[in-house]
């Protein structure tokens, strides 16, 4: 059984930065890509970033790129979000999530996703 732990969550102001982590067990990292999207209230989903399986291939949502890192730990089995320059736009709950490759995760043909972590921007 798939099992996520998502933290790093919380409120931010404008312009500050947050790192998310997700510890995942019951998969070997190496075998799935793994990304972050997320969903603000009343919105629909949002692909902000994936890495690939074994040979770190990144993907990130339109207009992302420049304000997000992501990263993964094969040893750990955690993927991490770096959250920069944040903007209130980026209110949302991020969900971490497993997919066969990068172009399943780009398609949302998601295999097993967490509970997600509440990332506010205000001030």
């Known amino acids: 059984q798939v099992k996520f732990v998502e933290s790093g969550g919380g409120l931010v102001q404008p312009g500050g930065s947050l790192r998310l982590s997700c510890a995942v067990s019951?998969?070997?990292?190496?075998?799935?890509?793994i990304g972050w999207f997320r969903q603000a209230p009343g919105g629909e989903r949002e692909r902000v970033s994936c890495?690939?399986?074994?040979?770190?291939?990144?993907y990130y949502g339109d207009y992302m790129q420049d304000r997000f890192a992501i990263s993964r730990d094969a040893v750990t089995n955690t993927v991490y979000l770096q959250l920069n320059n944040l903007k209130p736009e980026d209110t949302a709950v991020y969900y971490c999530?497993?997919?066969?490759?990068?172009?399943?995760?780009?398609?949302?043909?998601?295999?097993?996703w967490g509970q997600g972590t509440q990332v506010t921007v205000s001030s």
């Open positions: 999530a497993t997919a066969p490759g990068i172009l399943h995760f780009r398609a949302f043909n998601l295999l097993d």
């Open positions: 019951g998969v070997t990292l190496d075998d799935y890509a």
């Open positions: 890495i690939g399986n074994r040979d770190d291939r990144t």
